[in-house]
Each structure stands twice: as structure tokens, then as C-alpha cells.
């Protein structure tokens, strides 16, 4: 795992292509976000005041899509945390390895779109806060994405 920060997260805009009929954004692997997409899941019907997440990856990249409704992702290295919401089908959150990940504030009927890098590997999982701290002090590279 290569230690990250909080700033390699960032809001990516997919391409927004309109007309009389309605809307499309295309996402394409290496393209519009800067991985391959190995799995997808979505996440719905997360009841009110409940959040998903609370873990980190070694590995493993997402992006993350409010393709309705809007929520938070926070995300943080240990040392600071960000807050980004999100609640347009067209911009989604590009999370990094190494980096705790929360997602709450759902609203009524939203959907979070989830693509990411590899399939899932429970090895992968970083599930204690605490854990992700010690084992980044052990990395000194800085990741950047893209």
C-alpha cells in the first residue's frame, strides 16, 4: 500500500451529453476515471440516519455516484479528513487506497453507484481505524492519482 492523502480524493466530472430525450454520462475505464473497473455494486434504501463504509482498502480504488438522491462521502488519511457531497449523476468521488471512507446523510431514495478497481478480496479490507493508522506510518511514498 503506498501512503496517500486526503487530497488525492477528488470530485471527477463525467461528460454530460443532453437532448430533447434526456441525459447520458458515459464512464470508460482509464478514461473518464483513472482505473479499470473490475466490480460494481450499488447501494439503496440505506434507512435514515444510518452510514455505510467505516473501512479502508490496501488496494483497491473507487469511484463513487450519486446516480439519485445525494449522500456524504468523508474521507480520511489519519491526519485530516474532507467531506464531499454528493448529489449529481454526472459527479462522482474517485477514492484512493489507503484512505477510511464513510458514506451517511443518505436522503429518501437515493442511490450510490460504486465502481471499483478489483473484485472483492476480504484481504483487502482495512475494517479498524486504529489498524489503518499504524499501517501508514509504516509507508513513506506518496500515491497520486492519474
Known amino acids: 500500500m503506498k501512503k496517500t492523502s486526503i487530497y488525492d480524493c477528488s470530485m471527477l466530472e463525467i461528460d454530460k451529453h443532453h437532448n430533447e430525450k434526456g ?10 476515471i483513472p482505473f479499470s473497473i473490475e466490480r460494481v455494486y450499488y447501494l439503496y ?19 463513487v455516484v450519486a446516480v439519485s438522491g445525494s449522500f456524504d462521502v468523508t474521507v480520511d488519511d489519519g491526519e485530516s479528513r474532507r467531506t464531499f457531497t454528493v448529489n449529481r449523476p454526472y459527479r462522482g468521488v474517485l477514492v484512493v487506497p489507503g484512505i477510511w471512507r464513510e458514506l451517511d446523510n443518505f436522503s429518501s431514495g437515493s442511490v450510490c453507484l460504486v465502481l471499483a478497481s478489483t473484485e472483492y478480496l476480504e484481504d483487502d479490507y482495512i475494517r479498524d481505524y486504529n489498524s489503518l493508522k499504524n499501517i501508514r506510518n509504516d509507508f513513506l511514498p506518496i500515491y497520486r492519482a492519474g
Open 23 to 32: 441525459n447520458i454520462s458515459v464512464i470508460e475505464n482509464d478514461r473518464t
Open 45 to 63: 434504501d440505506v434507512p435514515g440516519g444510518e452510514s455505510r463504509g467505516g473501512h479502508a482498502h490496501k488496494k483497491l480504488q473507487q469511484f
